[in-house]
């Protein structure tokens, strides 16, 4: 459900007010959903469900809702961050991801959360892909906590962001953390990771061989270790690492110029070295057809490609475009997984 002080509930209202192609339920929270729709003045009903065979075809005229676990009780107000919001978009969230661990459902479609909301509701998370990392990934191998070895036999081995669009796609090494860390992030095992992770989730885009390019992390890519090293000793490396399993993936480029080259159709998929890298050129091609991935998970899991925008939360003027895109690629990803 995201933020129910966002436009997450007015969007997914939205969606399932169209004619979906498969059945869809949310995972939520009944009060918060039916305040939204009060608000906004939409004719809706909801209805909990306990087992999913209770979801019928389509969901539509009504709207299906898996209840959250709520051990926090509390209110909200639309455009306004507080630890209730941020409680239930991660106990939501979390529901999901059980599920989808179970089996249960074949995707996970999210709506976006506000990362202050929940360090207010005391999640130390800083977003979707960092708890998707630990909670599905490592306690799907076992309970471990411990961080996943890339050279280990767990398909995906360790999340990765990836962004895209119709015309571009984007992978990240590192995602939500300061420019300054940036560079000490930036391992060979990292980036090797998210060259594997592009490779797997190719397959699942209906590309059988996704040809990969390797942005650099400094100007020029380093300029043959003029404006720093990290492309002669951990970015060409991992490189070769991957090639050598069979891997079509090239580089390091200029960051500059790469996207370009991409978007005119001579590279599937660009891995970038840190988030505005990555999300700069793909958002400014439109935020309405945008779409979040997590790769290297067990599961299907697609996102908007926008925030809560709660400058506008509860004025019914939210464009569902997005969320409609990462439902469509999440069905489609789904199909391809289980062909």
């Not at 539509?60 to 959250?68: A, G, L």
Request: proline fraction near 5%; charged fraction near 20%; include cysteine.
């Amino acid at each position: 459900m995201g933020d129910p002080a966002g436009i997450g509930p007015e969007i997914i209202i939205k969606l399932f007010r169209q004619a979906l192609p498969h059945k869809a339920v949310v995972f939520g929270d009944m009060k918060c959903l039916e305040m939204s729709a009060a608000r906004l003045g939409y004719d809706v009903k909801f209805v909990e469900i306990k087992e999913l065979d209770e979801v019928q075809e389509h969901c539509h005229p009504e709207i299906c809702v898996v209840q959250c676990d709520l051990e926090m009780q509390g209110d909200f107000s639309f455009g306004n961050a507080s630890a209730f919001a941020g409680h239930v978009s991660y106990q939501s969230f979390r529901k999901a991801i059980e599920y989808a661990i179970q089996n249960k459902i074949g995707a996970v479609v999210t709506t976006p959360i506000n990362k202050h909301a929940w360090k207010l509701a005391g999640v130390h998370y800083p977003g979707h892909t960092d708890v998707l990392d630990e909670y599905a990934v490592r306690r799907a191998v076992g309970g471990s906590s411990d961080p996943i070895d890339c050279d280990g036999d767990i398909d995906g081995k360790h999340v990765s962001m990836m962004l895209l669009n119709d015309e571009l796609r984007t992978i990240l090494v590192t995602a939500h953390v300061a420019l300054a860390d940036v560079p000490k992030l930036i391992t060979r095992e990292a980036v090797r990771c998210a060259i594997m992770n592009a490779a797997v989730v190719g397959p699942q885009m209906g590309i059988a061989t996704p040809r990969i390019a390797v942005a650099g992390l400094n100007p020029h890519a380093g300029e043959e270790g003029q404006f720093g090293t990290e492309e002669i000793r951990i970015i060409s490396p991992a490189i070769e690492e991957c090639r050598a399993e069979g891997i079509d993936v090239n580089g390091p480029y200029p960051a500059d110029t790469i996207f370009m080259r991409a978007r005119k159709g001579e590279f599937d998929i660009v891995v970038a070295m840190y988030h505005d890298q990555a999300l700069i050129p793909v958002k400014y091609l439109g935020l309405d057809k945008g779409v979040n991935v997590t790769a290297g998970l067990p599961f299907v899991r697609t996102s908007v490609d926008h925030g809560t925008a709660y400058d506008i939360a509860g004025q019914g003027v939210a464009d569902e475009s997005s969320l409609r895109v990462a439902f469509d690629l999440a069905l489609m990803m789904s199909n391809h997984a289980n062909a």
